[in-house]
């Protein structure tokens, strides 16, 4: 099965996917994964990037579509995939239909404020990535990773202003992405405010009795 993941930044797609990929079996894909590992090993397309990404804009659809192309060949996706963050736009997913069929597309609906509670919460390890939350998943030392005891950061693309602009772009670029998936009869709204683990048990039932059936 080959799955699409829609809604706002901070919308927990992510998390959301997470939890589907280890009761499925299938691949977990995330372009912002994808690209933050470019930023890591600072290659030229990490550093272009890294800039787009800390303004809140949208990296050139050119580049994203080849890096989706070329993940979607790795043998992991075999058995299915979950695409978190592609495509944004209708012309990416015009050019996803060229190399790739979409079986379901699940959009995330939740209130736009708790997005920002959400996202502007968010504090990192820079050396190992270990994402915590001032309110949901705080440190045992404020502002301290727990094992390595480096000062936690908020990334540029967490910050108010910048999720706020992102948020903006979300709707005037992809989310006209609803209204065509809903014409070609594979969109299902799903509200995620009674939490992530309750929409990826949802996702997995439907997918698990298919097959049962």
Do not use: W
């Not at 901070?10 to 690209?35: N, P, Q, W, Y």
């Not at 995939?81 to 060229?98: E, V």
């Not at 502002?143 to 005037?172: A, F, H, M, P, S």
Request: glycine share 8%; with cysteine.
């Amino acid at each position: 099965m080959n799955l699409i993941f829609l809604g706002p930044p901070g919308a927990g797609k992510g998390t959301i996917a997470k939890m589907v990929k280890e009761r499925l079996g299938i691949a977990h894909i995330s372009t912002g994964d994808l690209f933050r590992q470019q930023i890591k090993d600072q290659t030229p397309l990490g550093k272009q990037v890294e800039s787009i990404l800390a303004s809140g804009g949208l990296v050139d659809d050119e580049i994203t579509n080849e890096m989706v192309r070329a993940r979607l060949k790795e043998p992991d996706v075999k058995n299915g995939f979950i695409l978190d963050g592609y495509p944004r736009t209708i012309a990416q997913a015009n050019k996803l239909d060229n190399f790739s069929r979409i079986d379901t597309v699940f959009n995330f609906i939740i209130d736009e404020e708790e997005v920002i509670r959400r996202v502007s919460g968010r504090r990192v390890c820079q050396s190992t990535g270990r994402i915590y939350h001032i309110e949901f998943n705080p440190p045992k030392v404020e502002g301290v990773d727990d094992e390595t005891g480096e000062r936690l950061v908020q990334r540029e693309d967490d910050k108010e202003d910048t999720i706020r602009n992102r948020l903006e772009v979300y709707r005037q670029q992809t989310y006209p992405l609803i209204d065509y998936y809903e014409k070609r009869g594979i969109l299902r709204n799903l509200e995620i405010e009674t939490g992530s683990e309750k929409a990826a048990d949802i996702i997995a039932g439907m997918f698990n009795r298919f097959e049962e059936a």
